[in-house]
């Protein structure tokens, strides 16, 4: 990915001399070859000042929490729907059961948390536009003086 300058102020707010940065992830389609699409993830850390960093960090845990809430339902409409799923017919020890539905459970609460934070922080805080190579800021005075200091 391009090396961007950050402008010396906070990414969402504007605050003089930022002292964290936050990490946002951004998915887009990407077509290498004809007839070839893949999703390809990029990574960006953007200057945020202290306060604007604590409150994204409590909005990536409250979508955690989300998350967390969505694989409980999604359990509870599988047990629901397809209650045999609870009878243990092929004598699988209780241990590796538990730890098969916990993964599972993880594994669906951290890809509702993962969307929730993309389309969140992409909207809000910053994305990464492959096509065009550039940063797309929530905060469209930081993006004036971002494609000035990137110009
Ligand atoms: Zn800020």
Redesign the pocket.
Known sequence: MVQFRFPRC??????ED?TKSFEVETESLEQPAEGKTVIATYTTEVP??????ARFTRVSYLNWVLGSIGSLAVAGLVVYFKPTILRNDAGIPIGLGILVAVGFLGAIAWAIARNLNQEYFNWRLVRYDSRQLRLVFGNKDYQALFDEANG
Request: charged residues 25%.
């Open positions: 906070c990414s969402r707010c504007l605050a930022p945020v000042c202290d306060k604007c960093h």
